[in-house]
C-alpha cells in the first residue's frame, strides 16, 4: 500500500501538521525528506530500513555527504537535503547565541555544546565566553585530545578569557564514547579552572558534558 492510501492520520506529512513533528518517529522524519522509497517500498520503509543498517539517526546523520550519497535510497540530491536540513536546525539553535542576546536559559548554552561537540571523533574541549550581561562574545576549541582525552591548560583557558575581555564562561566537552557522565577528572579539571578564573576575576558558569542524549551540567550538579 502506497503512503497516500494510509489512513490521513497516520501519513508522516499529515501527521506532523495535526500533531507537530516532535511526534513522529525518526523514521517518519526520514520519510519526509526521502519523499518515495526504494523499488517496492515506501519512504516509511526505505527509512527504516536505511535507519536499521546504518543507524540509529545520529549516526546516520554524522556521516558526510559522500557517505550518505552512496546509501540507498538516498543519493546526491537527497544527501544535500538532509545535510541542509541539519545544517539548518544547528543555526537555528545557535542564533540567540551568536547575535548577542543574553543567555537566560543556562540549558541553551548546553544544547549548543551539543550540536558543536557530539558529532566529533575526538574528545574536543570548548570555551563559550560571555560578558557582563551574559551574551555571547566568541565561542572556541582550545583543545582537542585522543578518543578519550583532552589535556586542559588552566592557562590558556585564562589567557583566551582576557583576550576576549570576558567577565564570565561556560565550558564543555564532548566524551566520543556516547556516555556523558562527568568523570573524577572532569569535576577536578572543573575546580581549578574557576580556581584560576577566579584570580582575574571571571566568572565559571557551568561544565557540560556532551554524550548521547542530553548534556550533562556540572553545575546542577552541584560540581561547581
Given at each position: 500500500m502506497r503512503i497516500q492510501e494510509w489512513p490521513a492520520a497516520e501519513r508522516p506529512r499529515e501527521k506532523l501538521l495535526q500533531r507537530g513533528a516532535a511526534?513522529?518517529?525518526?523514521?517518519?522524519?526520514?520519510?519526509?525528506?526521502?519523499?518515495?522509497?526504494?523499488?517496492?517500498?515506501d519512504a516509511v520503509a526505505t527509512a527504516r530500513n536505511l535507519l536499521a543498517a546504518h543507524g540509529p539517526l545520529r549516526r546516520l546523520l554524522d556521516r558526510s555527504a559522500a557517505e550518505l550519497m552512496r546509501l540507498p535510497g538516498l543519493g546526491p540530491a537527497?544527501?544535500?537535503?538532509?545535510?541542509?536540513?541539519?545544517?539548518?536546525?544547528?543555526?537555528?539553535?545557535a542564533a540567540d547565541l551568536e547575535r548577542g542576546a543574553a543567555l537566560s536559559d543556562p540549558l541553551s548554552a548546553g544544547r549548543y555544546f551539543c550540536q558543536r561537540l557530539r558529532h566529533r571523533p575526538h574528545e574536543v574541549f570548548a570555551a563559550l565566553f560571555l560578558d557582563n550581561r551574559h551574551r555571547a562574545l566568541a565561542f572556541?576549541?582550545?583543545?582537542?585530545?585522543?578518543?578519550?582525552?583532552?589535556?586542559?591548560?588552566?592557562?590558556?583557558?585564562?589567557?583566551?578569557a582576557m583576550t576576549h575581555n570576558a567577565a564570565a564562561l561556560i565550558i564543555g566537552?564532548?566524551?566520543?564514547?556516547?556516555?556523558?557522565?562527568?568523570?573524577a577528572a572532569d569535576r577536578a579539571i572543573t575546580v581549578r579552572l574557576k580556581q584560576a578564573l577566579e584570580l582575574v576575576d571571571v566568572r565559571l558558569l557551568d561544565h557540560f558534558v556532551v554524550g548521547d542524549g542530553p548534556p550533562v551540567s556540572l553545575a546542577s550538579r552541584g560540581w561547581m
Open positions: 511526534r513522529l518517529s525518526d523514521a517518519e522524519l526520514l520519510a519526509i525528506f526521502l519523499g518515495s522509497g526504494l523499488a517496492g517500498q537527497r544527501a544535500c537535503q538532509l545535510l541542509a536540513a541539519l545544517e539548518l536546525g544547528h543555526r537555528h539553535l572556541e576549541e582550545l583543545f582537542q585530545g585522543t578518543v578519550d582525552a583532552a589535556e586542559v591548560h588552566p592557562r590558556e583557558v585564562v589567557r583566551r566537552h564532548n566524551h566520543p564514547s556516547g556516555c556523558s557522565e562527568p568523570s
